[in-house]
C-alpha cells in the first residue's frame, strides 16, 4: 500500500523505524527483531539505509521480509550520494521486483572517504533523486526534513526554500529529524505552510532508553534537550531499567501532545528495540483505537 494513502485516511498514524544489518552476522537476530516490531501493527515500517549503498541489499532484505513475512507495508530507505545513476536505477528496480511501493529518498551524509571521485557522483541533493523516483515512475516518495534546521543550511529560510524544492521534485509526504521539544515542531510546521509546503508532514520522536545515546544524539543531530529531559537523563541514565521506563514516558507523553495539537503522524525511532515498540503502542492503544 502507498503510505500517501494511508496518512489521507483521516485517522492518527503511528509507524516505527529500523535499521538492517551491517554484516551479515547480525541479520538473523535483527530479522527477528524486526518481526516482533511488526507483531504490534504499526501504520508503516521505515528501513533505513547505509549511504554510499555498500549494506543496501540489507535494506531491501529486510523491507521485502516484512512485507511477505509480516504484512506490514515497508518504507525502503535509498540515498543518492556517492553514487552512480545506474546504481540507483537497479536498486530501484530490485525494490519494485520485490513489491516494495514506498522510497524515502535522501541524500545521505556526505562521506570522508567517498568510493566515487566526485565527479562521477550522479546526484548532488536529495531533490534530484525525488525526481528520478518520480520519473521512474510507480512509487510513493518520502523526504526528510529539520525542525531545527540541517547542520549545513545557511539558515532556515534557505532549507525551507530547498525543502520546497525537495516536494515540487515530487516528494508525497515528509519525515522530521527527532525533536524532543514539541513547540520546536508546531513552530516548524506554522513555518512550513507559511512556504506553501502542504504535503503531509510525519513527526519523527526518539524514545531515549540509554543515557549512552544522548551524547550520539546531540552530535549527529544537533537537537536542543530541555530542561525536563535533561533532568531525567541525570537522574535515572545510570540505571538502565530505570532509563528505559521514564525514556518511554517521555515519548509517550510527547507523542500525546502531538496528536492533541493536530499533529496526525508520528513516526517512532525504535532502536530495532521491540519493547520500545510494544511499550509506546500499548500506552496509545486508546488513542490508536487498537
Ligand atoms: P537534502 O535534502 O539534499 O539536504 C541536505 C542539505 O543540502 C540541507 O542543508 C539542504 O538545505 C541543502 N540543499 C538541498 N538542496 C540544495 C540545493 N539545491 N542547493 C544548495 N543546498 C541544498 N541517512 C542515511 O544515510 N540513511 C538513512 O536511512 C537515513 N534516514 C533518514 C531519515 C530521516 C527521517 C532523516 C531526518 C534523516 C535520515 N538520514 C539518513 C540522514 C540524512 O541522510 C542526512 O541528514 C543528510 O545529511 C541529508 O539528507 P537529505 O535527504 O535531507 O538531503
Redesign the pocket.
Known amino acids: 500500500m502507498k503510505i500517501s494513502e494511508l496518512l489521507r485516511s483521516g485517522r492518527p498514524t503511528l509507524s516505527f523505524e529500523v535499521f538492517p544489518p551491517k554484516t551479515s552476522d547480525s541479520f538473523e537476530s535483527i530479522r527477528k527483531a524486526t518481526e516482533e516490531i511488526a507483531k504490534t501493527r504499526p501504520a508503516f515500517m521505515s528501513v533505513?539505509?547505509?549511504?554510499g549503498g555498500g549494506t543496501g541489499h540489507y535494506t531491501l532484505d529486510i523491507a521485502e521480509n516484512l512485507l511477505r513475512r509480516s504484512g506490514v507495508t515497508p518504507l525502503a530507505?535509498l540515498?543518492c550520494v556517492d553514487s552512480t545513476r545506474e546504481s540507483i536505477l537497479e536498486r530501484l528496480g530490485a525494490f519494485r521486483a520485490a513489491g516494495i511501493e514506498n522510497v524515502?529518498a535522501?541524500?545521505?551524509?556526505i562521506p570522508k572517504e567517498p568510493r566515487l571521485p566526485q565527479e562521477r557522483w550522479a546526484y548532488r541533493?536529495?531533490?534530484e533523486l525525488m525526481r528520478e523516483v518520480r520519473d521512474y515512475g510507480g512509487f510513493c516518495i518520502g523526504?526528510?526534513?529539520?525542525p531545527e534546521t540541517?547542520p549545513?543550511?545557511l539558515s532556515r529560510r534557505?532549507?525551507i526554500a530547498?525543502l520546497k524544492?525537495?516536494v515540487d521534485c515530487g516528494c508525497d509526504f515528509l519525515?522530521?529529524?527527532m525533536f524532543f521539544d514539541n513547540n520546536i515542531l508546531f513552530n516548524f510546521m506554522y513555518q512550513l505552510r507559511d512556504a506553501g509546503i502542504d504535503v503531509p508532514v510525519i513527526a519523527?520522536v526518539m524514545p531515549v532508553t540509554n543515557a549512552s545515546s544522548v551524547t550520539r544524539i546531540i552530535r549527529l543531530s544537533g537537537t536542543q534537550l530541555p530542561q525536563r529531559f535533561k533532568a531525567l537523563v541525570d537522574r535515572f541514565g545510570s540505571d538502565p531499567d530505570a532509563m528505559m521506563q521514564a525514556g518511554i514516558a517521555y515519548a509517550t507523553d510527547q507523542i500525546i501532545d502531538l496528536y492533541a495539537n493536530g499533529i496526525e503522524h508520528v513516526h517512532v525511532y525504535t532502536m530495532n528495540k521491540p519493547e520500545v515498540a510494544r511499550k509506546i503502542t500499548e500506552n496509545l492503544s486508546a488513542i490508536l483505537g487498537k
Open positions: 533505513t539505509y547505509g549511504a530507505h540515498t524515502m535522501l541524500r545521505g551524509d541533493h536529495a531533490s523526504g526528510a526534513c529539520y540541517h549545513e543550511s534557505d532549507d530547498h524544492e525537495k519525515t522530521t529529524q519523527g
